[in-house]
């Protein structure tokens, strides 16, 4: 099977009250960690590819290596630009056989989020792709991006209709409180977000796939690991599982976990490197990380996403 685009996951998640998991895939051992674990769940998955990503990995060989993983696992695999950010980066995945690019404009006023989001739709759709939108500014670090607390906002409701009819996005992603990275909420404060917010946006639209960002549930287990093993993560909080249940069981077809991959890689790489001092050969570190994403897609997929048997 060719990669695939995301309409017909979500249509089935929208309609099936579960979610699919993006996750972020910068080099071999993170692609066949979570494409192993989706295999043995038969679960549809979204790879998603960063700027950064690319950078460190180029364009060519992340493709070959997913296009690997589809022809190793059989499974509905979408290859997906994660927060692009301008026409040529997205034109570029798209002419590079990307099915699925997310134009983030978030950071421009409504009106040119539109004319961007719009111009990146047009180009997508006569080439078969779709395309993620988004509407709000989650906080948090992206890339070199840090957004601060102050300069993220909620999306707004009363502008999610004209924003998906002017520009014939294929998914939205808001900003109900969730944010990238692993310090998600001050340390001593309830995590909470906006189920409000999202209960209006799937009232005005209807069957329409909608998006949750950094949405990592910073997994206690791994943090404790990486500080048991000398790693600095005090204060680190994520979205309780059962808040990612909630938004998956309403209109969220898209779930985004990028940072549990690497606490998890992490841990498993640090947690061996401990133990066996003297090692140097990267297959005998990197197993132990590989191993640990693994195990971390397979309960993303049973526990919180739903997606298991749906491939
Ligand atoms: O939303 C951001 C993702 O976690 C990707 O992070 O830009 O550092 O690859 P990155
Ligand atoms: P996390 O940092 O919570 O994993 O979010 C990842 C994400 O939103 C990628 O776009
Ligand atoms: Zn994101």
Same mark, same amino acid.
């Given at each position: 099977?060719?990669?695939?685009?995301?309409?017909?996951?979500?249509? $089935?998640?929208?309609?099936?009250?579960?979610?699919?998991?993006?996750?972020?895939?910068?080099?071999?051992?993170?692609?066949?960690?979570?494409?192993?674990?989706?295999?043995?769940?038969?679960?549809?998955? @979204?790879?998603?590819?960063? *700027?950064? *990503?690319?950078?460190?990995?180029?364009?060519?060989?992340?493709?070959?290596?997913?296009?690997?993983?589809?022809?190793?696992?059989? %499974?509905?695999?979408? =290859?997906?630009?994660?927060?692009?950010?301008?026409?040529?980066?997205?034109?570029?995945?798209?002419?590079?056989?990307?099915? !699925?690019?997310?134009?983030?404009?978030?950071?421009?006023?409504?009106?040119?989020?539109?004319?961007?989001?719009?111009?990146?739709?047009?180009?997508?759709?006569?080439?078969?792709?779709?395309?993620?939108?988004? =509407?709000?500014? %989650?906080?948090?670090?992206?890339?070199?991006?840090? @957004?601060?607390?102050?300069? !993220?906002?909620?999306?707004?409701? *009363?502008?999610?209709?004209?924003? /998906?009819?002017?520009?014939? /996005?294929?998914?939205?992603?808001?900003?109900?409180?969730?944010?990238?990275?692993?310090?998600?909420?001050?340390?001593?404060?309830?995590?909470?977000?906006?189920?409000?917010?999202?209960?209006? /946006?799937? $009232?005005?639209?209807?069957?329409?796939?909608?998006? =949750?960002?950094?949405? !990592?549930?910073?997994?206690?287990?791994?943090?404790?690991?990486?500080?048991?093993?000398?790693?600095? &993560?005090?204060?680190?909080?994520?979205?309780?599982?059962?808040? %990612?249940?909630?938004?998956? !069981?309403?209109?969220?077809?898209?779930? #985004?976990?990028?940072?549990?991959?690497?606490?998890?890689?992490?841990?498993?790489?640090?947690?061996?490197?401990?133990?066996?001092?003297?090692?140097?050969?990267?297959?005998?570190?990197?197993?132990?990380?590989?191993? #640990?994403?693994?195990? &971390?897609?397979?309960?993303?997929?049973?526990? /919180?996403?739903?997606?298991?048997?749906?491939?």
């Amino acid at each position: 099977m060719p990669l695939v685009t995301t309409k017909e996951m979500f249509k $089935k998640a929208y309609e099936g009250g579960y979610a699919i998991g993006a996750f972020n895939v910068n080099n071999m051992e993170i692609i066949q960690g979570i494409t192993e674990a989706a295999a043995e769940v038969k679960a549809p998955i @979204v790879l998603q590819v960063s *700027a950064g *990503a690319r950078k460190y990995a180029k364009h060519t060989y992340l493709v070959k290596l997913i296009e690997a993983a589809e022809a190793d696992t059989g %499974l509905p695999i979408c =290859l997906h630009l994660d927060h692009g950010d301008s026409f040529e980066l997205c034109k570029s995945c798209i002419d590079g056989g990307f099915t !699925s690019v997310m134009i983030d404009g978030s950071k421009h006023g409504f009106e040119e989020n539109i004319k961007l989001t719009k111009q990146v739709v047009d180009y997508a759709h006569e080439r078969g792709a779709v395309v993620e939108g988004e =509407l709000g500014r %989650l906080a948090g670090v992206e890339d070199d991006v840090n @957004v601060s607390d102050e300069d !993220s906002s909620y999306t707004r409701p *009363a502008e999610v209709e004209e924003f /998906v009819s002017k520009t014939g /996005v294929d998914s939205l992603a808001i900003a109900i409180g969730t944010s990238h990275g692993a310090f998600k909420f001050k340390p001593g404060t309830k995590p909470q977000l906006r189920f409000d917010i999202l209960e209006q /946006v799937e $009232k005005l639209l209807p069957g329409f796939p909608i998006v =949750l960002h950094g949405a !990592s549930s910073v997994i206690p287990e791994y943090v404790k690991i990486i500080n048991d093993c000398g790693g600095r &993560l005090d204060d680190a909080i994520g979205i309780p599982e059962d808040m %990612l249940r909630k938004a998956a !069981s309403m209109a969220v077809c898209k779930i #985004n976990i990028d940072s549990d991959l690497r606490l998890a890689m992490t841990a498993g790489i640090r947690e061996y490197m401990t133990k066996n001092p003297g090692h140097f050969d990267p297959r005998q570190y990197l197993t132990p990380g590989r191993d #640990n994403i693994k195990t &971390l897609v397979k309960a993303k997929i049973v526990n /919180v996403l739903g997606c298991d048997g749906k491939a």
